[in-house]
Nanobody, 115 residues
Framework: QVQLVESGGGLVQPGGSLRLSCAAS????????MGWYRQAPGKQREWVAH???????NYADSVKGRFTISRDNAKNTVYLQMNSLGPEDTAVYYC?????????WGQGTQVTVSS
């Protein structure tokens, strides 16, 4: 069973950038779509973006134009480049298949946007 480990989070000032990585313990090439999700304090987890095997992408309106999702099947890794970060982006970020599957939830990586 594939395990997903997120990394790259941290504290960043408003307007800053971060690049998140999601490393899979096994091949993700057979997973049709991989996604990023986030959960802010006191809120439900929400979908952020996803990318298909053919590298077609889709984004939540709240991050469109600021975030870029990509995948490297050879490295079994999915990335999320986040630019122009604002306090509203503060959350724990998770990767998963899209639609998500319960067995793929990992620990996530904390992103905090604050001055």
């Amino acid at each position: 069973q594939v395990q997903l480990v997120e990394s790259g989070g941290g504290l960043v000032q408003p307007g800053g950038s971060l690049r998140l990585s999601c490393a899979a313990s096994g091949s993700i090439s057979s997973i049709y779509a991989m996604g990023w999700y986030r959960q802010a304090p006191g809120k439900q987890r929400e979908w952020v973006a996803h990318i298909t095997r053919a590298r077609m992408t889709n984004y939540a309106d709240s991050v469109k134009g600021r975030f870029t999702i990509s995948r490297d099947n050879a490295k079994n890794t999915v990335y999320l480049q986040m630019n122009s970060l604002g306090p509203e982006d503060t959350a724990v970020y998770y990767c998963n298949a899209h639609p998500h599957l319960s067995q793929y939830w990992g620990q996530g990586t904390q992103v905090t946007v604050s001055s």
